[in-house]
């Protein structure tokens, strides 16, 4: 099961190597305004704020993840096809929100299936989750080496296999028995997303993500701008995945050693430092390399200390449910505020300001985590 687990985490990342790094520039090359790509890239994120609950409540209510993560594959693939049509803006717009519908079933349907299927042995999550952003640097790697010698109009054609490696993969994972769930405690559900320490999770990974957005809209913008090509550019993407690979390996470790509040309050830190290096010292080889191998801490230590926080406060009764506000209220929400923003600071600035905005966002989230947030209880 370890390999069967991890194989749709390598194609499902593999897709957003392929597709984060290189996707605005692909917009920029169709002549899109930096607004217009701020929009398009937000889209990504925006249907995670309903999508993962709509997903997530089907999957409680009917036990069947696996053919709910075998559908979002195969449909979303399907709806990403109009991108050859070569619509206009709005064409690009909904065809951009129907792919991302589906496609965002997967993940935080998969993450329970996951952490599931290893029960007791939910340490070994990062060792299964880490193929995830191998997959995603292999992407990145093979893209950005062929888009140095093929236009980057080309982009779309270059993803058709990794979709097919998605549906493939999906397939493989066991069908599950398609037990429901039992009758959760009324007023449950309302009781722990009233939690102020749940509050101040949610509020902590919102502003987290809302950063974000300038580093996922426009950060390889910000590199061609200041003259490295297309392989740079993806090595450089490269580069903080691995970084988070390496984190995730001893991830255990630094969850014996510090509480929950430690590690978010420094890995906060270390992501406010990243943003303003990326802003100001972007010419400086050996300190971009260092800014990106923060991200380790802005993304790997967050998202792990992030899924078990779930699994602990909204346990077995909610856990889809807590999966789902989690990916919608931070990775959806926070996320398309996020590059919306970073577009209207790179139209009327330029692509510094929108790092220097995400910077401030850290700022505040960490007020927020010193004061707010808890140690989740033990999984119930």
Not at 156 to 182: C, T
Not at 241 to 256: N, P
Not at 257 to 281: D, P
Request: hydrophobic share 50%; net charge positive; proline share 3%.
């Amino acid at each position: 099961m370890y390999w069967r687990l991890s194989n749709l985490y390598f194609w499902f990342f593999a897709l957003l190597g392929g597709l984060l790094p290189y996707w605005s520039l692909y917009l920029e090359g169709q002549g899109f305004s930096y607004l217009q790509i701020a929009t398009l890239m937000a889209t990504i994120q925006l249907t995670k704020i309903i999508a993962p609950s709509v997903w997530g409540w089907l999957g409680d209510r009917t036990g069947q993840r696996v053919r709910l993560v075998r559908f979002g594959a195969i449909t979303g693939s399907l709806f990403f096809a109009g991108v050859f049509l070569e619509p206009g803006f709005y064409g690009l717009l909904l065809v951009m929100l129907a792919f991302t519908f589906f496609w965002n079933a997967i993940l935080p349907l998969y993450e329970v299936i996951t952490l599931r299927t290893l029960g007791a042995r939910k340490e070994r999550y990062g060792k299964v989750r880490l193929w995830g952003s191998v997959g995603f640097i292999v992407a990145v790697g093979l893209v950005g080496g062929v888009l140095e010698y093929v236009p980057v109009q080309n982009l779309p054609w270059l993803l058709l296999p990794v979709f097919a490696g998605i549906a493939v993969s999906a397939f493989l994972v066991p069908s599950e028995r398609g037990e429901r769930k039992s009758a959760a405690p009324k007023g449950s559900l309302k009781e722990i997303v009233t939690h102020p320490a749940v509050v101040a999770f949610f509020l902590m990974n919102f502003l987290l993500q809302v950063s974000h957005g300038a580093y996922y809209t426009f950060f390889s913008i910000h590199l061609e701008q200041h003259g490295y090509g297309k392989l740079s550019i993806g090595l450089l993407w490269s580069l903080g995945v691995i970084a988070e690979i390496g984190l995730f390996l001893i991830m255990h470790k630094l969850s014996r050693r510090f509480s929950v509040r430690q590690i978010a309050i420094g890995a906060l830190t270390l992501t406010m430092i990243r943003w303003v290096l990326i802003a100001e010292v972007t010419d400086v080889v050996a300190v971009l390399i260092f800014a990106q191998c923060l991200h380790a801490a802005s993304y790997g230590a967050l998202h792990a200390i992030s899924v078990q926080y779930i699994q602990g406060f909204f346990g077995r009764h909610h856990h889809g449910q807590g999966q789902a506000l989690y990916s919608g209220l931070t990775f959806g929400a926070g996320g398309a505020i996020g590059a919306w923003l970073s577009g209207f600071l790179v139209e009327g600035f330029n692509t510094s300001a929108a790092f220097w905005g995400g910077a401030a966002a850290m700022l505040v989230a960490i007020a927020v985590t010193w004061r707010g947030l808890r140690p989740p209880p033990d999984d119930q």
